[in-house]
């Protein structure tokens, strides 16, 4: 399964926007730069560096679409706590609640560039609206699943029929209780 | 000529009881020890949750990145491995003294976190708490199997490793208070850490050396043939099946259950779509149901017998644990997260009876320490490993917590069940005085 993984070769648009999210929600220690600039991060939270983590109560992603030249749209929804006073600021945040983000592949990865509103009736959704999931797991990864789960019971019962039988433990006497 | 030799003819006879130990316990003892134990797991319970939940406000506070967050991790659980080597010298000091001292030293090391300056302070102090916590939950126990009667050993072990599940509860509940809003900040969390000191403080003098390891090292100090200090001495071939068995059933199930504990809150989050607020009602809720669920499976597995209870309770953490992460609706996940809760963590009652109970007294520590520090702490870092890796969503080839956990408690707990069914004895009614008899005469 580490093999797989480790193969996969995978890189999401999804991931990146969630990870600049949950980075934006850490507070000081979070690194939101990595995925996005300065001005899309400050509008989702202006002052980012100074709130307390956990600001956003929820942070949801939902499946992209192909956008222009390359870009790709990723909806996403997202939902303030309701003291955001450690902030310390007097902007609001002008980003959309349920919006969607424009990613573009870049060195390193994928970048959101802007943010954009949606409809909830649309296309884009998160899975909350009835979106679909970023990823799901095929048919085969479960009867992959079942096949490892009989391998292992094999390698177990091999390892186990390697060892002695063990001497049978000696019994108290039944009290009726 | 071994035990293992003679166990054909020693599992036929019976021995009284109160021929090979010479006292019992009172009860209002008994009560006093069930409460000094349940501070001890109540604190692995604590700390578990601990870190991962004050880790971003801390990061703020000392000046560290995610990145660093994940090497404080790894520090932290290379701890709870090295903790074997400390939890395994209870067969070689005593029960009582072990106790003591792994609860003084995650004490100290828990008010070091609390003090700390900067990241490597921080994880120093964590990395040394995890030793000490990991040295406390295996001594706690045998203690526990080894002074109480087999009649009542399955309710005392539910009683007291529910308490682990509190523990992390109460993590949630200092939250909600608003700890963190306290000057204190984060450290006020670790601070609670001087609680186990005062208790100890207070009952020390109360606690006596568990019953049956007194009668051991009182042999062992007169003939000098029973190995207390060796570390592999439960891989000699009378005990190599049990503990290969046991350590297995660990390994695999607290993979699983590991995993679902800590990536519980992503997917609810990230996936289903609950807000954080949410999620920790979900889960304070839940721990509570969890809770009783050590408790009954305490009680079940004195009524029916280990095995039984257990694959029960197996049945129901794949059932419950794979339907768990595959629901989108946030009505249907509360009852369902209780009864995952209830099956997956209540286990830990039985696990912990078939971790001590396969081993005579003279080795029982050590094949304790093996069962949790090699074989459950390594299941623990594996599986949440291979979620993140496989559910990733970004770079993962499921691209799903949830269906990543599924497969994982299908991987991991079909065969914990399988084992269980053709290869895990009962130890319901085994008769540790007798089994103790057997290798005293080997030693005399």
């Not at chain 1, 902007?91 to 573009?104: D, F, I, L, S």
């Not at chain 2, 005392?156 to 993590?171: K, R």
């Not at chain 2, 390994?251 to 590991?258: H, I, M, V």
Request: hydrophobic share 50%; proline share 5%.
């Amino acid at each position: 399964m580490i093999l797989l993984a480790a193969c996969g070769g995978t890189d999401r648009p999804e991931g990146a926007v969630e990870n600049w999210l949950i980075a934006l929600n850490q507070g000081k220690a979070g690194e939101p730069h990595t995925y996005a600039p300065a001005d899309v991060t400050n509008s989702v939270l202006p002052n980012w560096a100074q709130c307390d983590p956990g600001s956003l109560d929820v942070i949801e992603v939902g499946t992209h679409a192909a956008g222009k030249s390359g870009e790709a749209l990723v909806p996403y929804r997202i939902e303030y706590t309701s003291d955001l006073s450690s902030c310390e600021t007097t902007e609001h945040a002008t980003a959309p609640k349920e919006g969607t983000a424009v990613v573009r592949r870049a060195e390193g990865g994928w970048r959101v560039t802007s943010l954009q509103t949606r409809s909830t009736t649309g296309a884009l959704l998160v899975p909350s609206e009835g979106g679909e999931a970023i990823g799901t797991a095929p048919a085969s990864a479960w009867l992959a699943a079942l096949g490892i789960s009989v391998l292992l019971m094999v390698l177990v019962a091999l390892l186990i029929g390697l060892t002695p039988e063990p001497a049978p433990l000696p019994r108290e006497q039944q009290v009726p209780r | 000529m071994t035990p293992a030799d003679r166990g054909e003819r020693l599992a036929e006879q019976t021995v009284d009881q109160s021929d090979l130990v010479p006292e019992s316990r009172s009860p209002e003892y008994l009560r006093k020890l069930k409460v000094l134990l349940s501070v001890a797991t109540f604190f692995n319970g604590y700390d578990g949750f601990l870190l991962p939940f004050v880790l971003p406000l801390l990061l703020g506070s000392l000046g560290g990145s995610e990145s660093q967050a994940g090497e404080i991790r790894a520090v932290v659980g290379v701890g709870a491995v090295l903790g074997f080597l400390l939890a395994a010298q209870a067969d070689r000091i005593g029960r009582r003294r072990l106790l003591l001292v792994t609860i003084g030293g995650y004490t100290v090391a828990t008010l070091a976190t609390a003090a700390a300056q900067s990241l490597l302070w921080l994880a120093v102090a964590q990395f040394f708490a995890q030793v000490f916590l990991a040295g406390e939950w295996a001594v706690s126990m045998t203690i526990i199997v080894e002074e109480f009667h087999h009649r009542e050993r399955g309710r005392a072990l539910g009683a007291v490793t529910a308490m682990d599940t509190l523990g992390g509860i109460s993590v949630g509940v200092l939250a909600f208070l608003g700890l963190q809003n306290t000057a204190l900040s984060w450290r006020g969390f670790y601070l609670v850490g001087i609680i186990p000191l005062i208790v100890v403080a207070v009952m020390r003098r109360g606690l006596f050396e568990s019953r049956r390891y007194e009668r051991v090292a009182d042999v062992e100090r007169r003939t000098h043939h029973l190995d207390m200090t060796k570390l592999t001495e439960p891989w000699r071939p009378e005990f190599r099946r049990n503990l290969l068995v046991v350590g297995l059933m660990h390994f695999f199930r607290y993979a699983a259950t590991a995993a679902a504990v800590f990536w519980f809150s992503f997917y609810a989050q990230n996936e289903v779509g609950l807000s954080f607020s949410t999620t920790g009602l979900y889960i304070a809720a839940a721990g509570i149901v969890g809770a009783i669920g050590y408790v009954v499976g305490g009680r079940l597995m004195d009524r029916w017998g280990r095995r039984p209870a257990f694959l029960l309770y197996m049945a129901g953490s794949v059932v419950f644990g794979a339907w768990l992460f595959q629901i989108h609706s946030a009505g249907l996940m509360l009852p369902v997260l209780c009864l995952a809760i209830f099956f997956g963590l209540g286990a830990t009652s039985i696990t912990s009876a078939l971790s001590t109970e396969f081993f005579p007294t003279y080795v029982r520590s050590r094949a304790a320490a093996w069962c949790r520090n090699a074989f459950e702490i390594p299941g623990g870092i594996f599986g949440p490993l291979v979620v993140g890796l496989l559910g990733d969503h970004r770079t993962g080839p499921v691209g799903s917590i949830g269906d990543a956990m599924s497969l994982l408690f299908v991987v991991c707990l079909l065969p914990v069940a399988f084992v269980a069914l053709r290869y895990l004895g009962e130890t319901r009614d085994v008769d540790l005085a007798a089994f103790d008899a057997e290798y005293e005469q080997v030693a005399t």
